[in-house]
T-cell receptor
Framework: DAKTTQPPSMDCAEGRAANLPCNHS???????VYWYRQIHSQGPQYIIH???NNETNEMASLIITEDRKSSTLILPHATLRDTAVYYC???????????FGTGTSLTVIP | DVKVTQSSRYLVKRTGEKVFLECVQD?????MFWYRQDPGLGLRLIYF???????EKGDIPEGYSVSREKKERFSLILESASTNQTSMYLC?????????????FGNGTRLTVT
């Protein structure tokens, strides 16, 4: 599975959009992009995933570039409860391995 | 919503003890997984299972075994606990083996081996 690169930390003002980038330049055509987050002392929480089209759900939006080499997770109106470590993962369809890196620590500031 | 329940949030065991970590999911998922999470190392896959009585080794199976006698339950066994197995253990499940369904995690068991 392709590896991902994320900035180690980011800050965002409460109420503003949080845009979390992820590079996956070696992604192959059958690999999906998944986003999870982990709040301290809890298990990772699934947020969203996609293959090549942009996706939106009640939690976030996922924007994947046309060449699929990078993506951005958007939390439209960040709250203090969105403070967490966010993981970007690529995984081949049907693959049994989700490789979690060290993620981005997002701090939402009041 | 999918619910993955791990039987204990915190466990303290002694070196050499046999330790059982239990995990139950309530959504009839085919796949179940055990990870451990350590600072600076991210999540590492220990074992996973596609179906009842089926198991596959992950990246770090040494010192562990698993059991899946029922579809909803996946147990991780430390045959003889050692201090280097002190970690956060996370169980997860996913719907199907061949699709793109995401993993759903439990809240973890923090195991300390003294």
């Amino acid at each position: 599975d392709a590896k991902t690169t994320q900035p180690p930390s980011m800050d965002c003002a409460e109420g503003r959009a949080a845009n979390l980038p992820c590079n996956h330049s070696t992604i192959s055509g059958n690999e999906y992009v998944y986003w999870y987050r982990q709040i301290h002392s809890q298990g990772p929480q699934y947020i969203i995933h996609g293959l090549k089209n942009n996706e939106t759900n009640e939690m976030a939006s996922l924007i994947i570039t046309e060449d699929r080499k990078s993506s951005t997770l958007i939390l439209p109106h960040a709250t203090l409860r969105d403070t967490a470590v966010y993981y970007c993962i690529v995984r081949v369809k049907g693959g049994n391995q989700f490789y979690f890196g060290t993620g981005t620590s997002l701090t939402v500031i009041p | 919503d999918v619910k993955v329940t791990q039987s204990s949030r915190y466990l303290v065991k002694r070196t050499g003890e046999k330790v059982f970590l239990e995990c139950v999911q309530d959504m009839d998922h085919e796949n179940m997984f055990w990870y451990r999470q350590d600072p600076g190392l991210g999540l590492r896959l220990i074992y996973f299972s596609y179906d009842v009585k089926m198991k596959e080794k992950g990246d770090i199976p040494e010192g562990y075994s698993v059991s899946r006698e029922k579809k909803e339950r996946f147990s991780l066994i430390l045959e003889s606990a050692s201090t280097n197995q002190t970690s956060m253990y996370l169980c997860a499940s996913s719907l199907e083996a061949l699709g793109d369904s995401p993993l759903h995690f439990g809240n973890g068991t923090r195991l300390t081996v003294t």
